[in-house]
């Protein structure tokens, strides 16, 4: 799989990642590799709290691994991901000093 074809499969998933973690506050998620070039998906939700709620539940990241592995995504490449979540909360805060 090229670069191209891992952005498109990668953004494909990101809008089925929401919807599947929709009912744990999840609205938003993007794919970003770090600077290493390591796979990175970045929820967010609402809250600080959210924030707190999300990181704490076990099967999260394994749920995105799946979902991520249903769109063929290669397998070396999802169990290397990395999960973040940050909140509008926060995220708003960086830009109130």
Same mark, same amino acid.
């Given at each position: 799989? %090229?670069?191209?074809? =891992?952005?498109?499969?990668?953004?494909?998933?990101? !809008?089925?990642? +929401?919807? &599947? =973690?929709?009912? #744990?506050? +999840?609205?938003?998620?993007?794919?970003?590799? %770090?600077?290493?070039?390591?796979? @990175? *998906?970045?929820?967010? $939700?609402? &809250?600080?709290?959210?924030? $707190?709620? @999300?990181? &704490?539940? &076990?099967? *999260?990241?394994?749920? #995105?691994?799946?979902?991520?592995? /249903? !769109?063929?995504?290669?397998?070396? =490449? @999802?169990?290397?991901?990395?999960?973040? +979540?940050?909140? @509008?909360?926060?995220? %708003? /805060?960086?830009?109130?000093?």
């Amino acid at each position: 799989m %090229d670069d191209a074809q =891992l952005k498109r499969a990668a953004d494909a998933a990101m !809008l089925p990642i +929401v919807a &599947s =973690l929709g009912a #744990v506050g +999840v609205i938003g998620a993007h794919w970003l590799p %770090d600077r290493e070039g390591n796979p @990175v *998906v970045w929820i967010q $939700v609402q &809250s600080e709290a959210g924030r $707190v709620a @999300v990181q &704490s539940y &076990s099967w *999260v990241l394994p749920q #995105v691994q799946a979902m991520l592995m /249903r !769109l063929n995504l290669a397998p070396e =490449l @999802v169990l290397a991901l990395r999960l973040e +979540v940050t909140s @509008v909360e926060a995220e %708003d /805060r960086l830009f109130d000093e």
